[in-house]
């Protein structure tokens, strides 16, 4: 049922749309231009002078067709999925000097009969996502034809109502652009603070004149073997992420599948690797919620020393690029699955620590600002979630606002 005063207009009644704008080329011949491509906006929801445009040519009518005006919204009208067919990115001012790019189409809103900004987020509904994907046409490659983008539908309130509607979701887009810009600072600031502390380049007062020392991982880690049958009912797996992500759980429904007899249990504060992707940073601590998960023999699990080193603090040294790049040079081999990492040598690699009570003094600065980090990464996907309720509401009628 269409809300009161809503109307279905096909995309080219209310839009001029201009196909496939200015390829990569530097010709001397044409005018220098800068584009903003694909991936400025399959990045990036909004579109503004301070994005990192790429240098190119253009002739005087490109520049008269495709320049960005404020209001715009560009949209991929081709990629390797579906899935990525129409994704918008709203042009927030007016960019002289920078042109839609190849690969994308360019919406020029008609005056007071649709809001560029309102349309941006129309097409981030799930509905407008399915939508697009089903207009796309190809095989290994997907594409919006000219004609299958003018004659797509869209349901719209009137133009006032269209206006508040984005004015009211665009708060949450600042609020989420904020708390984004947040996030990235403090992590940030974190990658600056380890690579002073855990080098030792800046130390707090009552360590200083202590000394550091060079030592063997076999110092202080010491292999761990907790083997049990394979279960006959399902069971809880872990597995590690690369690029230092972390520990993941996944349920086994039939043990069947698995080739081995013996697997291994895990316990809070196991250092585990993943012998083939540790060159890919495949290393983590086993984590509360991880306790009494099975792995294979193809991860070899470790404990601590307190004496010597602590969990809490060796958990941000191997995160570093110094200690990955060691995983790597004790993983020979090509790429993927023929890089298997030596047990052996993992023990044998030397890495460079403080005394005990320093550990713990810098792994209270580092776990402080990962809490901030959790609970800012917590805020902004609440208010991804809120936005996305709001928009499924305020977008389709269900809710009407005053205007």
Known sequence: MVPKGWKEFRLGECADINFSGVDKKTNAEELPVKLCNYTDVYYNSVITTGLDFMAASATEAEIEKFTLREGDVLITKDSETADDIAVPAYVAEDIDGVLCGYHLALIRPHENILCGKYLSMLLQTHFYRHYFYTLANGVTRFGLTTHATIGAHVLLPPFEEQEKLAEI?????????????????????????????????????????????????????????????????????????????????????????????????????????????????????????????????????????????????????????????????????????????????????????????????????????????????????ALKKQKTGLMQKLLTGKKRVKV
């Open 169 to 381: 979701l665009g708060k949450w887009d600042t609020a989420i652009e904020k708390t984004a810009a947040l996030i990235t600072a403090k992590q940030k600031l974190k990658m600056g603070l380890m690579q002073k502390l855990l080098t030792g380049k800046v130390r707090f007062k009552e360590f200083r004149g202590q000394k550091w020392h060079k030592t063997e991982l076999g110092d202080f880690l010491k292999p761990v073997s907790r083997p049990v049958p394979r279960p006959d009912a399902k069971y809880i797996a872990m597995g590690l992420r690369s690029h230092g992500k972390g520990t993941f759980l996944r349920t086994v429904d039939d043990p069947e599948t698995v080739i081995m007899d013996t697997l291994y249990e895990v316990r809070k504060d196991d250092l585990i690797v993943n012998i083939t992707f540790a060159w890919e940073g495949a290393i983590a601590l086993v984590n509360k919620s991880d306790e009494g998960a099975l792995v294979s023999h193809r991860f070899p699990t470790y404990t601590f020393k307190r004496d010597k080193a602590i969990p809490e603090y060796f958990r941000h040294v191997i995160l570093t690029k110094r200690f990955v790049h060691q995983l790597g040079i004790i993983s020979p081999g090509g790429a993927g699955r023929n890089r298997v990492m030596s047990k052996r040598d993992f023990l044998e690699l030397v890495v460079s620590i403080p005394p005990v009570a320093e550990q713990k003094r810098i792994a209270a600065v580092l776990n402080g600002i990962d809490g901030e980090l959790d609970l800012l990464e917590r805020r902004l996907e």
